[in-house]
């Protein structure tokens, strides 16, 4: 049976008297591909923020490959193997799209290994990753030159710099023409079969559909489906949160 790389039990997470998630639970395992939906309002980025060490919750255990990570901040939860993207990239505008990538791979690889990387390897990883998201004609571009697709794909490049265990991109096809979900679709499938588990947040259902091998649903807070995709999405209490939208 395949390991769990991420468990989580009993989350909770409060705005005063707001209850933004309750009770969650949530298993991952390594080399997964799941996919995370719900409406507006329904807990998906506090979950997010919660498991990246952003936001603190009230109650609950995450544990990453049998780690509690009570405490942890989010830089430190990066380092354990936990990346994100997110769904408005913030690249340094000043930096080209090679040097974006040399920042988590300093700051976040070589802060656990031993030896660091070397300058050449340094540079290596970046031409591998850039050729993997696509990007490898422009490396020497400033991010302002990229398309939207490509500020995404640059985005997920960054999130891989730190050579990451779990992903989880964030609505990563937001505004995206259908030939571009298409392509950050597969990038995504190109990842996994790298290794990498992925967690997906996104509200394009057909990108998530083919994407996904097992559908968790959040609403108002709570989880309410979890399993194949083909069920989650037949599931009586999911229609009619997607319906009442």
Do not use: W
């Amino acid at each position: 049976m395949t390991a769990q790389l991420l468990e989580v039990e009993g989350l909770s997470k409060r705005f005063g008297g707001f209850v933004a998630l309750d009770d969650i639970n949530l298993a991952v395992r390594a080399g997964e591909r799941l996919g995370l939906i719900g409406p507006n309002g329904s807990g998906k980025s506090t979950l997010v923020n919660c498991l990246c060490g952003t936001l603190v919750n009230e109650s609950g255990t995450v544990r990453f490959e049998g780690r509690d990570l009570a405490g942890q901040s989010a830089h430190e939860r990066t380092r354990l193997g936990m990346a994100r993207s997110f769904q408005l990239p913030r690249p340094f505008t000043s930096m080209t799209v090679s040097d974006n990538l040399k920042v988590p791979l300093l700051y976040t690889v070589n802060a656990r290994r031993k030896p660091a990387l070397t300058e050449a390897e340094i540079a290596t990883r970046c031409e591998e990753l850039l050729n993997l998201v696509g990007l490898a004609d422009r490396a020497r571009r400033l991010p302002r030159d990229l398309t939207q697709v490509e500020m995404r794909k640059l985005e997920l490049a960054r999130a891989m710099a730190a050579e990451p265990k779990l992903l989880i991109a964030d609505e990563a096809m937001a505004g995206l023409s259908n030939s571009e979900v298409n392509d950050i679709v597969a990038l995504l499938i190109r990842l996994n079969e790298h290794g990498i588990t992925v967690i997906l947040i996104e509200h394009i259902m057909r990108a998530v559909m083919s994407f996904s091998q097992r559908l968790a649903v959040l609403v108002s807070g709570k989880k309410i489906a979890d399993g194949r995709p083909d069920e989650v999405i037949r599931d009586a209490d999911v229609e009619r949160a997607y319906i009442g939208q």
